[in-house]
């Protein structure tokens, strides 16, 4: 079956994008059939698997989420990453404005992909730094969410503002959301704030922090430059590594 899962955290520079990216590309490379979803204006999960986000001739998420044109036509195959992708650009910051006023904003998201997820053992949404509409459609669509968080003190505080709105859509539209699992990323166990940040979140959520840990790592930095995930750009550095390792536990821990 399918698993749906949601990247999301409000405070940006957490690692949201490169996480949804590589373990995009690590599941891939463990024989899944993977879809990223960029749900971000940004289009920075577009540009890292390689696609320019400023040619999309074949139509963007905008276009998806609108009803313009169905998901299955804008979808690209990425050859640099392994995965399919639903690229996005700066035109999805309209999606925002459009989704308040229709009916049933919320599933939006889920109307429009909904006849394609089946295709594949894992989809991957790659989510906008804040909690607006899009982050609301994500997770309405999602089965689970995964959140990348930085082991910082101001990391903590919005946590607990994610976890709420995590609630708040369990409880009206999507009953069945769970937290799949928080990774820590940019982890730097030399570093006593680390440290006592990542205790901090193993004696609150248990086996809902995740084992694996993603370090600071230059290779990681410099593969979105390079238009590929880090498991391609430098397959043998310590980032590649430890999405691999995140994509294992992640397999045996959602059965994907």
């Known amino acids: 079956m399918t698993r749906i899962i949601a990247l999301t955290n409000q405070k940006g520079g957490v690692g949201k994008t490169t996480t949804a990216v590589n373990l995009a590309a690590s599941l891939a490379s463990l024989k899944r059939r993977v879809l990223l979803i960029d749900l971000d204006p940004q289009g920075h999960a ?9 040619d999309l001739p074949a139509g963007s998420m905008l276009d998806v989420l609108l009803g313009d ?8 195959r990425s050859d640099a990453a392994g995965y399919a992708l639903l690229p996005a650009n700066g035109d999805l910051t309209a999606a925002e404005v459009d989704l308040l006023d229709r009916e049933g904003r919320e599933r939006c998201l889920d109307r429009a992909v909904g006849d394609m997820v089946a295709d594949f053992d894992v989809v991957l949404i790659d989510c906008p730094p804040s909690l607006n509409m899009l982050t609301v459609n994500a997770l309405t669509a999602s089965h689970g969410v995964l959140i990348p968080l930085q082991c910082e003190f101001y990391a903590l505080e919005g946590l607990s503002a994610l976890l709420d709105t995590v609630e708040q859509i369990r409880e009206s539209v999507n009953p069945t959301l769970a937290l799949d699992g928080i990774v820590r990323t940019m982890y730097d166990s030399r570093n006593s704030l680390t440290r006592d940040v990542s205790n901090q979140l193993a004696n609150y959520f248990g086996d809902q922090l995740l084992r694996a840990a993603i370090p600071r790592n230059v290779r990681v930095a410099e593969a979105p430059s390079h238009g590929l995930p880090v498991t391609r750009y430098a397959r043998m550095s310590r980032g590649s590594h430890a999405y691999r390792v995140l994509a294992k536990e992640l397999i045996r821990r959602l059965a994907l």
């Open 69 to 76: 044109r169905a998901a299955r036509d804008v979808m690209i």
């Open 46 to 54: 577009t540009m890292g698997s390689g696609v320019d986000k400023h």
